[in-house]
């Protein structure tokens, strides 16, 4: 494996990092506290990136993207990161790298025309509406319930956490056609519009004070059949296809930016105070150092797969590995930020500009969104190591 630019990746990290300081945002994001007005920045951030000619990196040329390889993406991250742009878990994430990979895959020519400009000018705000109250980790328990009624689908059903669902124009309905208890047949992976008569959404308020996530009901909400994504009863394979994206290359952008930010605490840790630096620390010195031995582990990971990603190796399972190390890496870096501000860590102050604060309150849940990190265990031990399955 070669760590090192070849000239073609070079010239091309040079065109990356020229256009990302010359159009990234001047003004800082807006903070949690004013969701509509950061959903306007996110749009605005994002069809400049879509008249540069950068949106959709990852999405084949034919569909308006980008068609960068896998290096090309790897690189396009880290300079995004090193460039300090808005964080890359916006309002525009879900329907560029869920949604509209999806379509591409699996979607028919109209949903293709209708969604994927859209998407790529950030026109549209997606949700994904996977997860119910009693079906989170064991998704294949979902109970939201779609009839065929002539040319629609009849939603009922619950869903939940569900992330900027109160903004979003679109979500990623999976519900449940076929036999009760069925596992995973009988599902669909159907459009739902979330301004369609019989959506409420109920926005639960997190740990920060602010709404991310919502409750939403669906009570006789009528879907056209030609928005069910794949066949009717086939869904599964579809929510497969959308999963696959969310752990494949879309998981290396958020690595690049902890990255970056464990080296400006390192450069604050640095700074002397009153009472020295937190680097005088010796135990504040060695988490440092460790954090820092990780994620140079964690990229070295990052690197194989997408070495394997350039030679057509289809990485299934393995995504988890790379999760679960994310995940307890990012609360670690932001614990560890929080620690060493002090007092101060605990008000919105210093580091990135969303604040070190605001950083670990969201890291809280990194071990629990996108999979808990029991369930990323499970899956390496059986699938991986070919351990017997837990009950
Ligand atoms: C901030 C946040 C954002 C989210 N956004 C979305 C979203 O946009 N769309 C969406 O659909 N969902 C979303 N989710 C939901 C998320 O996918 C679920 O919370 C997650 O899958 C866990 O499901 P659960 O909350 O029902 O917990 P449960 O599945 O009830 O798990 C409870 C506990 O039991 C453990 N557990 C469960 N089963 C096993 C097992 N077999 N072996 C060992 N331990 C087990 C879990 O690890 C966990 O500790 C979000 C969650 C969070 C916290």
């Excluded at 070669?2 to 807006?30: G, I, S, Y």
């Excluded at 998981?251 to 937190?278: D, M, N, W, Y």
Aim: net charge negative.
């Amino acid at each position: 494996m070669e760590f090192r630019d070849n000239p073609q990746e070079h010239a091309f990290r040079e065109e990356v990092r020229d256009w990302l300081q010359t159009n990234r945002p001047k003004d800082r994001r807006p903070g949690d506290e004013d969701i509509a007005a950061q959903m306007g920045f996110d749009r605005a951030w994002q069809r400049r990136q879509y008249d540069g000619g950068w949106a959709g990196i990852s999405w084949p040329k034919q569909h308006g993207g980008r068609g960068l390889t896998p290096i090309e993406q790897l690189i396009w991250s880290e300079e995004y990161a090193s460039a300090d742009c808005p964080l890359v878990h916006d309002s525009v994430w879900m329907a560029l790298n869920h949604a509209g990979h999806t379509i591409i895959h699996c979607g028919t020519d109209a949903q293709k025309a209708f969604h994927l400009p859209r998407i790529l000018k950030g026109e549209a705000t997606w949700c994904q509406g996977f997860s119910e109250p009693n079906a989170g980790s064991d998704m294949l328990a979902l109970r939201t319930r779609g009839e065929v009624d002539g040319t629609h689908l009849v939603v009922n059903g619950q869903k939940t956490w569900t992330t900027f669902a109160h903004l979003a124009d679109y979500c990623e309905l999976i519900v449940r056609t076929g036999e009760p208890g069925g596992r995973h047949k009988g599902l669909t992976w159907v459009i739902g519009d979330m301004h369609a008569t019989g959506v409420t959404v109920r926005p639960m308020v997190a740990l920060d004070g602010h709404l991310h996530n919502s409750e939403c009901f669906f009570d006789d909400v009528r879907i056209p059949l030609d928005q069910i994504v794949g066949e009717i009863d086939e869904g599964w394979s579809v929510v497969l296809k959308t999963l696959e994206f969310e752990r494949g290359g879309a998981a290396f952008s958020g690595f690049c930016q902890l990255a970056v930010h464990l080296e400006q605490l390192i450069a604050e840790a640095r700074k002397p105070g009153a009472t020295g630096t937190a680097m005088d620390d010796p135990v504040f010195a060695n988490r440092l150092a460790m954090a820092r031995a990780r994620v140079q582990s964690l990229r070295a990971l990052i690197y194989m797969m997408v070495e394997a990603a350039e030679r057509d190796v289809e990485l299934g399972a393995e995504g988890a590995i790379l999760h679960l190390p994310y995940s307890e890496l990012e609360q670690e870096i932001y614990q560890l930020a929080v620690d060493i501000a002090g007092p101060r860590g605990l008000v919105r102050q210093g580091g990135p500009a969303i604040g070190w604060h605001s950083l670990w309150l969201k890291s809280l849940s990194a071990t629990i969104a996108g999979g808990t990190s029991e369930i990323q265990r499970n899956t390496i031990g059986e699938r991986l190591l070919g351990l017997p399955r837990s009950r």
